[in-house]
């Protein structure tokens, strides 16, 4: 391990007195690890690898969406997308915009044109996944939120957005075909290659 003798020193603000512009300038001058992702959850940075069972899982969503919409389609892997609630700059492990989606005047995609976003559960930061993500993406309006758990072995898939939650869950054993054809997506996910950890 290296000891870095230059350090770049983030002041951390309360709520929303510092934008998430601001924050992640800094990141980009930090001398973060080649293959870590970074993103703001309620304010606070988490940077966690990205390891092989995270990115063949996101892999195999990514190949199920391109079979379903085409390789047009606007899908993204770990692209900041900033969604309700204090300072949450967001880089979804997997995002489906709708078509016809377009930037904002800052050059960014917008939380509103989200219809499916997957984030595959990494033991450091399980807790943003199931919690403050979960609501975030309710309030945004994201109508589909699968998370698949490869510590379970288990996907859940969270619909009909309401009130900063959502109203059904559904979990899956990974084996079984994900069915999320009575959703905006119309897909079937099948599971059966979802690698374990």
Request: charge should be negative; include cysteine; proline fraction near 6%.
């Amino acid at each position: 391990m290296t000891v870095l003798e230059d350090r770049i020193e983030i002041e951390m603000a309360d709520d929303n007195a510092e934008r998430l512009d601001q924050w992640f300038e800094r990141l980009a001058r930090m001398p973060v690890p080649e293959g870590y992702k970074a993103e703001i959850v309620g304010g606070c940075v988490f940077m966690t690898p990205q390891r092989d069972v995270h990115w063949e899982t996101i892999r195999e969503i990514l190949w199920a969406l391109e079979d379903r919409f085409g390789r047009r389609a606007r899908v993204f892997s770990d692209v900041r997308i900033d969604f309700p609630g204090p300072q949450n700059g967001f880089c979804p492990d997997v995002a489906k915009l709708r078509d016809g989606a377009a930037k904002d005047d800052e050059g960014r995609w917008r939380y509103e044109d989200v219809e499916f976003v997957a984030e595959v559960v990494s033991k450091g930061t399980a807790q943003n996944d199931y919690g403050p993500k979960r609501t975030a993406y309710a309030l945004a309006g994201v109508p589909v939120y699968l998370i698949a758990d490869p510590y379970q072995g288990a996907c859940h898939v969270y619909t009909e957005p309401k009130e900063g939650d959502y109203a059904y869950n559904l979990r899956v054993g990974y084996g079984t075909d994900v069915d999320m054809t009575t959703t905006p997506l119309a897909l079937t996910l099948r599971t059966d290659d979802f690698p374990r950890d």
